[in-house]
């Protein structure tokens, strides 16, 4: 039966005694035209007889489960898979120790391996070639992979943040709240004058300047090695730079020995872009094609620009450059010891600084962060002079010098929070710091009260003198309506602050425009907060116009389109960003004869010097080169 070439004959043999138990013989299925047909196909097809090794129940015999051995369609469908299988893959295969491995000669590769770099030997770029072998080879990839992609090739741009990145660094006079830079109490005239200092020359007075000192400052400013009180000065050749605010009244304004960061913001024209321009003064921050403005929001760097920026803790402002000139000079008066010394330098840079943004909010009359930093400013300077102490005793009477606008009650009562009186014993009339609480070391002291914190609490106080001289409480505004308050205390730097941190959180709107303008005349913003359930307004334009436009659209459009309003929020916004940028920018300036050519002088009312009560004391209210010829005022 073994000849007969019409049957297959299965032999079933015991695997102990190795003696054949059965024969079956089966009659040989004709030839499957399916075959022929599916030879040339570039996959292989499982065409045995694979239904006769079914076991269907308990009773069949095992042999059916055995597997055809060497069957010419299976060695043939092994060599048809180009490539994906070996046909001698049993000779790779170690079967038992003493084998010896035989190395393949055949490189497998898996063409769905993201991280396998592939190079083009021709002209073809890689993501063409990339292209080509997942659309030709990877055929049965179903996953969508090429939808993410572009992340792999560097396509997508991450949004960054550009807050928080850079470390401003202050003198050791400023960490240290050190007199007379931080002033404990300030009276009133100097309130009115804040930052702005009389300078007292009489007429028979003769100035002698004498020579700049040559710079000699080890290493360079950072919060490590901060530099001292006598290093603060501008009597010596160290460089330095001229900035004046666009601002009549800023905000907020820096104190003597606190650091600004001089930040040269660049951006990219695309992704690939590398050629970083170089700057001479300050340091070059690159921004990504996609990340965010700089300036919180109320400015832009278009691409390939440079714009230069003031960057401190509590406000961010942008600089314009302007070109020096020769005969501008800047004069220095050092008094030391009743005498005065006067220097002359030349202003190399100089620059002006645009509207400024406020990073922290300055805090309202009355409020807990004010009680806290009178609070700490008194725990600040008792702990320092206790450390000065050999036993760490304090007595009253050299802290009631430093706060002489404190009663002896008032500096008790602030004592007994982290002191003890000690009544008897050693140290008997002093103050002691309690077991509980520790003095603290100086890094602590200097993160209890910040130079800002000072700054800000000033900030108030002058405003707050200023609504009091116009006959204002000074209130800050309500959440909910602040329409009932007069605009001197809307205008408060409590309540533009607050609105400007809000409006750059997406928590409110500003009304960009009006009163709250320190231009007057549309190149600033204004800080001034409107309802974000209103419409918006374009500046100009009123509401009747607005509504007669919502009530001529259609009636299958929207009456109120949520992004019709921010876009045009965003169009006002930067509209004024590039009238601020090409005012500060203009190389030509306007004279001050012929800005004040055709305008009314108004005296003023306030008796502050410059109204009757200058005429009292013979001076002119009226500046005679600021008067019209041929006006009533002359």
Known sequence: ?????????????????????????????????????????????????????????????????????????????????????????????????????LPSTR????????????????????????????????????????????????????????????????????????????????SKPELRSWHRPMLQVSGDMVAKFSRVRTARRRGKHSGETPWAA??????????????????????????????????????????????????????????DVADISPFLGFGNVDPGQVVPALYNNMFRAPLFAQPPTSTDFLIVKAAAKGEAKWFARPIRHHFVAGQTFPLQEVPAPHSRRVTTTVKHRLQVAAYRLMNRNQYHLLQMARLSRVFPEYSELQIRQRLKEFCEYQRKGLGAGYWRPKHTMPIPDEDALRKMLTPEMLCLYESMRVCQLHLLDAGKSGS??????????????????????????????????????????????????????????????????SVEEKLAEIEARPKSAHRYNVAEQQQIYKDEITSIWNRQRR????????????????????????????????????????????????????
């Open 583 to 634: 005012s500060l920018t203009r190389p030509n300036i306007t004279k001050l004869g012929d800005a004040y050519s055709d305008e009314n002088v108004i005296v003023p009312e306030i008796n502050d010097g410059y109204g009757d009560a200058a005429i009292s004391r013979c001076a002119s209210a009226i500046d005679p080169s600021r008067v019209a010829p041929g006006t009533a005022m002359e």
């Open 476 to 541: 800050e505004l309500d959440d909910d309506d602040d329409s009932s308050l007069p605009i001197e205390e809307v205008l408060a730097t409590w309540n533009l602050t607050r609105n400007f941190i809000n409006a750059t959180q997406g928590k409110a709107m500003l009304q960009l425009y009006g009163e709250g303008d320190p231009t007057a005349k549309g190149e600033g913003f204004s800080f001034v907060r409107v309802s974000m359930k209103d419409i918006f307004l374009r500046a100009g334009e």
């Open 230 to 287: 006598k290093d603060v000065t501008l009597r010596d050749s160290a460089d330095c730079i001229l900035v004046e605010y666009c601002e009549e009244y800023p905000l907020v304004v820096s104190n003597v020995g606190m650091g600004s960061v001089v930040v040269n913001y660049y951006r990219k024209r695309h992704a690939a872009d590398h050629s970083f321009p170089k700057v001479s003064l300050g340091e070059l921050f690159v921004l």
């Open 107 to 186: 490189l497998q590769i898996n063409l769905n391996d993201p991280h396998m770099l592939l190079e083009s030997g021709g002209g073809e770029s890689n993501h063409d070639a990339l292209s080509e072998w997942r659309g030709g080879v990877d055929r049965l990839n179903q996953s969508n992979d090429h939808f993410y992609a572009v992340q792999q090739s560097g396509k997508a741009h991450r949004v960054r943040q550009t807050f928080g990145q850079l470390v401003v660094a202050h003198s050791l006079a400023a960490l240290k709240l050190q007199a007379p830079f931080f002033r404990v109490r300030l």
């Open 1 to 101: 039966m073994a000849d007969d070439t019409s049957c297959d004959v299965y032999v079933t043999i015991d695997e102990r005694t190795g003696v054949e138990t059965s024969q079956r013989t089966v009659p040989r299925r004709a030839a499957d035209p399916a075959a022929t047909v599916f030879q040339d196909t570039a996959y292989p097809l499982a065409l045995d007889d694979w239904e006769q090794r079914i076991t269907w129940d308990d009773d069949d015999d095992e042999s059916k489960a055995e597997p055809i051995a060497d069957d010419a369609l299976t060695r043939q469908v092994l060599a048809q898979t180009g490539g994906e299988l070996a046909s001698d893959f049993e000779a790779h295969v170690i079967w038992d120790a003493d084998t010896a491995f």
